[in-house]
């Protein structure tokens, strides 16, 4: 969650300021307070150009004439409250008011993005994402819920979701705000880390991230040859990416290809000797007969760098 001071708004002095309102002079202003009195001097808000977005993008698909994101000005209260509960350390009663409004209100993207701040503050962050993606197919220019999101991802520690996350806050947000330039901060700091580490672009980052998800889901779904198709495609983006070399591997050991499943799960050692599932597999492969394929009845999902991380073996 975002952190500013806890300055009142400066429309109902009530609650939290958490927006900086053009037509306030650059004051704080609650969300409250924001949408009640937004209007065609907001131009140049974000959160005015979020709701325009997303009014055009309604309009183009046919389903209303009008729209903006709904509201509900008693319910946004008792959202700022909870999380003004949050903000002061009682997290219990925060999460004891966005229960009782998630059960009346789950179509509200208000609601969805409290309950899953709460979680995120609880360290539930898995589960907080979920709360998250329900705001966001609500309301997908909601840059405050994209950043939530991106650091429960980080707190995750998968990095490639994070990244896309707080790429959707610098799209949406307004770039003088504190979280967008957090967000933009990160996103800078690890596109150097990234180019030093691969030479590869944000861009192009993010593109073998995708493929590399539509070819594990393949494997995942025993369609290897596809599967194989969608790594070497990786590979062809990042040369020396480990996990797709020892996916590879697994591929060609289910189909019985044996060299090659060696040649692979070498390559994949080569770049990383400790790269613990090409080690384990290629000794398994190396136990079954000529031509025997490895058994694909279970196909384990681990995410090796990630445990290596959390168990501090490696920098």
Not at 218 to 242: C, D, I, P, Q, W
Not at 289 to 310: A, F, H, L, S, T
């Amino acid at each position: 969650m975002d952190t500013m001071k806890n300055i009142k708004c400066i429309n109902c002095l009530e609650v939290k300021g958490r927006r900086t309102c053009n037509i306030k002079e650059k004051s704080l202003i609650c969300p409250i307070c924001c949408a009640e009195i937004r209007n065609i001097s907001c131009g140049g808000c974000s959160y005015y150009v979020q709701a325009e977005k997303y009014a055009i993008e309604k309009m183009k698909k046919g389903r209303v004439k009008h729209f903006i994101a709904k509201i509900d000005p008693e319910v946004d209260k008792v959202v700022e409250n909870a999380l003004a509960f949050v903000d002061n350390g009682n997290i219990e009663k925060g999460e004891e008011l966005l229960v009782g409004l998630l059960s009346e209100h789950p179509d509200l993207y208000i609601v969805q993005f409290g309950m899953g701040t709460v979680l995120a503050m609880k360290g539930k962050y898995a589960e907080s994402i979920i709360h998250f993606d329900k705001c966001l197919n609500i309301f997908p220019y909601f840059a405050e819920a994209w950043f939530n999101k991106g650091n429960s991802y980080k707190q995750l520690l998968d990095v490639g979701k994070a990244l896309m996350s707080f790429q959707k806050v610098t799209e949406f947000g307004d770039p003088k705000e504190h979280f967008v330039i957090t967000a933009r901060e990160f996103l800078r700091n690890m596109e150097t880390n990234i180019f030093r580490d691969t030479g590869l672009s944000l861009e192009l980052y993010f593109q073998s991230m995708e493929e590399f998800d539509r070819a594990f889901s393949s494997m995942r779904n025993r369609e290897y040859e596809k599967a194989l198709t969608g790594f070497h495609r990786v590979l062809n983006l990042n040369k020396n990416h480990t996990q797709s070399y020892g996916n590879l591997g697994l591929c060609y050991s289910f189909l019985g290809k044996r060299q090659e499943a060696l040649s692979a799960f070498d390559r994949a050692l080569e770049i990383d000797p400790n790269y613990r599932p090409a080690i384990d597999n290629r000794e398994i492969l190396l136990s079954l007969k000529e031509g025997e394929k490895m058994p694909d009845y279970q196909i384990e999902v681990v995410d090796y760098y990630k445990n290596v991380i959390e168990s501090g073996e490696n920098n």
